[in-house]
């Protein structure tokens, strides 16, 4: 088994940042990519930012400039450094994984999601 689990969600006010941590753990054998996904109330889940294993990283246009998305690939661990944060970056956060198992099965995994609210 493989389980995410995020850490670094909360409150903050408009422009302010955060720091959001995804650690991966259980039956690895590499991992392809990492990165986020949200879904605030009411809209689909989106792609945040993600980093593949060659180091390449994508954004959504909302988000390019404000965020920053970084792997520590020791530590089985991807970041999400938010700044600038606005109110309508308000969502559940969710870490996301594309990951070859120990068993050569590759799989998607989810973290459990971490609240993200920008308000004054």
């Known amino acids: 088994q493989v389980q995410l689990v995020e850490s670094g969600g909360g409150l903050v006010q408009p422009g302010g940042s955060l720091r959001l941590s995804c650690v991966a753990s259980g039956s690895i054998s590499s991992i392809n990519a990492m990165g986020w996904y949200r879904q605030a109330p009411g809209k689909e889940r989106e792609q945040v930012a993600t980093q593949i294993s060659g180091g390449s990283t994508t954004y959504v246009d909302s988000v390019k400039g404000r965020f920053t998305v970084s792997r520590d690939n020791a530590k089985n661990t991807v970041y999400l450094q938010m700044n600038s944060l606005k109110p309508e970056d308000t969502a559940v956060y969710y870490c996301?994984?594309?990951?070859?198992?120990?068993?050569?099965?590759?799989?998607?995994?989810w973290g459990q999601g971490t609240q993200v609210t920008v308000s004054s």
């Open positions: 996301h994984a594309e990951i070859v198992t120990i068993w050569g099965l590759l799989r998607h995994y």
